[in-house]
């Protein structure tokens, strides 16, 4: 047998005698229709391979025998070899094993599958010629994009997999297992405590239990893995000096504007080479791997998103938190990051707003498949009164622009209604869809 049908056999065998993890459920699920693959994308360690865990353990519960499943891990160092020439090997071993299993619907989970080149022509092939269910994951958008040739389009189920939500972490420190339905003084000052954690630690499932010192080291090693991996070894960056210095350059101010060509002329007095090319593409990379999210403008004019920069937020408020020096008083944009990624996890596309007369507003947020559209304005706290009428007036103006009749304010602590119209609503109430 080959070295690498041996390798492949050895971790087929690995899987099947190995225990499952025990896992704290997420709140998503696989949609599984026949010929059509599941894919799981999401940023290194935010659980999508755990994700896969859950779904084999309820295969399993639900009758499905553990041989009828395969999971490989691309990034196993054992198949640091494997190429698109080996995929055939895996049908050949795994069959091999469980010829009594060709006649049953099996299920196959490859794990970081964009690591070969090619892999989607394989995928294809299993999808059209396999009596199988197949579930992909990966740390790339472009899984879904422009890098999938016409090969699997209209072929793949995606699921986007983040960070702990703030209900999720409630669950994972066994705070309420299920989402709290009263808010009495109790159950309030347990949110107050536990948002205030969230916000610190951030939702990365691998860091929730270590003390802050190692939690940072941890965090950080996902920066270097997500640069290294994600970007300089499959884009062949050769600049590392200048991405290390765009990282950090937009997680000192996330949530805010970033423009390329400030960013280019910052490094030029810095004497730093680069070209402004290249920073395109690099911020392209960066949130193709999920670290960043881009929100445009909200405008029907393709001219007004091309001179108006996007805001760029980082994934996990955690993340910032390990990379960036904050002063007490700078929690503001801690707070519009996690509001945008709970926007992102119910399914909303957002944008912000700039209105005609110079106001400005957060988040346009409109769902993607029911089309709700809400207008969303972050303000830390009521007490600052010039900041707070300067979001009100925000969003008022956006509300007649836009002809909604509903606004929502996503504050710290403080909650209140304000001409029956607009909803003032603490963030660790928000969180839980109240």
């Known amino acids: ?210 003390d802050r010192d190692l939690r940072i080291e941890v965090l950080q090693g996902y920066i270097d893995s997500v640069l290294l991996k994600d970007i300089v070894e499959r884009h062949k960056v050769s600049n590392i000096h200048v991405l290390k210095h765009l990282v950090r350059h937009i997680m000192n101010s996330s949530g805010g504007q970033f423009s390329v060509n400030k960013f280019y002329n910052t490094m030029k007095s810095m004497s730093i080479k680069c070209t402004k090319n290249s920073l395109y593409a690099y911020l392209d990379h960066l949130t193709d791997a999920f670290l960043f999210y881009k929100v445009p403008i909200h405008s029907r004019s393709e001219k007004s998103r091309l001179i108006n920069p996007a805001k760029i937020y980082t994934i996990d408020t955690g993340l910032l938190n390990a990379m960036t020096f904050r002063n007490s008083y700078n929690y503001g944009p801690l707070l519009e990051t996690m509001v945008f990624m709970h926007l992102r996890r119910w399914g909303y596309d957002a944008e912000y707003v700039n209105t005609k007369d110079g106001h400005e507003a957060d988040f346009f947020a409109r769902h993607k498949i029911s089309g709700k559209a809400q207008l969303i304005q972050v303000c830390w706290a009521l007490s600052d009164k010039k900041t707070f009428e300067r979001e009100l007036r925000g969003l008022k103006s956006a509300m007649d622009e836009h002809s909604l009749s509903t606004g929502t304010i996503v504050t710290w602590d403080d909650e209140a209604i304000i001409e029956n119209k607009i909803k003032v609503i603490p963030i660790w109430k928000w969180t839980l869809g109240v």
Request: glycine share 6%; with cysteine; hydrophobic share 40%.
């Open 1 to 210: 047998m080959p070295a690498m049908k041996n390798i492949i056999s050895q971790l087929i065998d690995d899987f099947h005698e190995r225990k499952l993890p025990e896992l704290v459920t997420r709140d998503k699920e696989f949609s599984e229709i026949k010929g059509k693959a599941d894919v799981v994308t999401g940023m290194r360690r935010s659980g999508k391979t755990w994700f896969c865990y859950q779904k084999i353990k309820e295969l399993i519960v639900s009758g499905t025998k553990k041989e009828e499943i395969l999971y490989l891990n691309f990034e196993d160092d054992r198949l640091l070899d494997f190429n698109v020439h080996n995929f055939q090997e895996i049908l050949d071993v795994y069959f091999g094993k469980y010829p009594e299993h060709r006649d049953t619907r099996c299920k196959f989970f490859f794990d970081e599958i964009q690591r070969i080149d090619q892999w989607e022509m394989f995928i294809r092939r299993l999808l059209d010629t396999e009596n199988l269910q197949i579930f992909i994951t990966g740390s790339s958008s472009k899984l879904l994009g422009s890098e999938i040739a016409t090969t699997l389009r209209g072929r793949s189920l995606p699921i986007e997999i983040f960070p702990f939500s703030f209900e999720e972490f409630l669950k994972f420190h066994g705070l309420f297992p299920d989402r709290p339905k009263t808010f009495g003084a109790n159950t309030a000052s347990i949110l107050r405590k536990a948002i205030n954690d969230y916000l610190e630690v951030g939702g990365f499932p691998e860091i929730q239990k270590l």
